[in-house]
C-alpha cells in the first residue's frame, strides 16, 4: 500500500517549523521538502544544518519523504542530491531541465550517477516542457517550449527506456498528464510494473483550464487541491495506485498560494485532505 504523504510547498511564505507543526496537526506523518528556485518553496537549501532540520521534523513526528529542486542548474541538484543524503533523504525530484537530448545525453546521467553513490533515487517529473523562469505559475514561457522533453506518456517510456538504471524513474505529476490528454491509469500501471514510479503528486488542475495557452497555470490554489468538485476523481486515481501495488508516497500538492495567510493554507489544505484521507482509509480496509 503507499503512504499517504504532503508536500510543504502550500506554506510558500512560511518558516518550516511552522509549516511542519501544521502538517502533523492535520494528521501527516511524512512530508517532502523543497529547495526549489524563487518563488517556489524552498524551506531548506545547502548550507543549512541538516541535524536541525531533523530536530524540528523529530518535534513533531515528522519524517522527510522527498526534495524537490526544480529551477536548479546541474552543479546545483547534484550539491542537493548530497543534502538530501545528508537529511536522510531517499528520493529528489525535478523536471526536465533541458532539451531531451542534453537532459539524457549530458544533464542527467552525472545526478544519476551521484544518486546510486549516495542512495538518493532520482525521480524525474512529467512536466510541461518550458524553461523555468520566475512567473511560470502565470503561465509564463508557454511560447518557449523545448522540441522534446518528458511530458507526454510516449516520452516517459523513452526516459526509462534510455536511461535503465534503479536509480532513476519517475514523479508522476497527474495534472500535466491530463494537459497532455493521457490516461494517467495507463502510466501508473506502465511505470510500477516496471519498479520505475518513484513518486506521485495528489494534485489537480482548474476545470477553466484553457489548452495551449495557460500552460503552467493551473488556475488558483483552491482549484489545484483536490476535492470532489475537482476536475480529477482521485478516489479512482487512488485504487489505481493500489491496484498497481504501489508502495511509495502518496503527496498532496497544489501550486498557488503565495501571499496565503497561515489560517487560509490551513484550511484549504485540511479541507483537501479531509476528501483523500477518507479515500485513503476506505483503501486500506
Known amino acids: 500500500m503507499f503512504r499517504y504523504t504532503a508536500e510543504i510547498l502550500p506554506y510558500h511564505d512560511m518558516p518550516l517549523e511552522d509549516a511542519v ?13 523543497w529547495s526549489s528556485a524563487s518563488p517556489l518553496a524552498h524551506h531548506v537549501n545547502p548550507g543549512d544544518d541538516p541535524g536541525k532540520i531533523r530536530e ?12 524537490t529542486v526544480y529551477g536548479k542548474n546541474q552543479d546545483e541538484i547534484l550539491e542537493r542530491v548530497q543534502f538530501a543524503a545528508d537529511l536522510g533523504i531517499d528520493t529528489v525530484v525535478f523536471d526536465c531541465e533541458a532539451n531531451y ?3 539524457v545525453g549530458s544533464f542527467l546521467p552525472p545526478i544519476v ?10 525521480a524525474v517529473e512529467n512536466h510541461l516542457t518550458v524553461p523555468f523562469s520566475a512567473d511560470f505559475e502565470a503561465g509564463g514561457n508557454e511560447d518557449k517550449r523545448w522540441d522534446e522533453g518528458v511530458d507526454t ?3 516517459i517510456r523513452r526516459l526509462v527506456r534510455d536511461i535503465d538504471d534503479p ?4 514523479c508522476l505529476a497527474p495534472p500535466h498528464m491530463w494537459v497532455m490528454q493521457e490516461t494517467i491509469s495507463e502510466v501508473i500501471a506502465f511505470l510500477t510494473e516496471r519498479k520505475r514510479l518513484y513518486y506521485y ?3 489537480d488542475v482548474d476545470r477553466a483550464y484553457r489548452h495551449g495557452v495557460d500552460g503552467l497555470n493551473f488556475g488558483p490554489g483552491e482549484k489545484q487541491l483536490p476535492s470532489p468538485q475537482g476536475t480529477l476523481d482521485h478516489r479512482f486515481l487512488l485504487s489505481e495506485l493500489k491496484r498497481a501495488g504501489y508502495e511509495g508516497a502518496a503527496s498532496l500538492k497544489c501550486h498557488g498560494t503565495h501571499g496565503w495567510s497561515m489560517e487560509k493554507i490551513g484550511r484549504e489544505i485540511r479541507r483537501s485532505d479531509a476528501y483523500i484521507r477518507d479515500a485513503y482509509e476506505a483503501l486500506k480496509k
Not at 507543526?21 to 521538502?33: P, Q
Not at 536509480?167 to 519517475?170: A, K, M, Q
Open 21 to 33: 507543526r501544521d502538517l502533523a496537526e492535520v494528521g501527516f506523518t511524512e512530508v517532502n521538502l
Open 56 to 67: 524540528v521534523l523529530d518535534k513533531y513526528g515528522m519524517k522527510a519523504c522527498g526534495l
Open 101 to 103: 537530448s542534453d537532459f
Open 113 to 122: 550517477e551521484a544518486g546510486a553513490k549516495a542512495g538518493v533515487r532520482i
Open 153 to 155: 506518456f510516449a516520452q
Open 167 to 170: 536509480y532513476l524513474g519517475v
Open 201 to 203: 503528486y495528489i494534485w
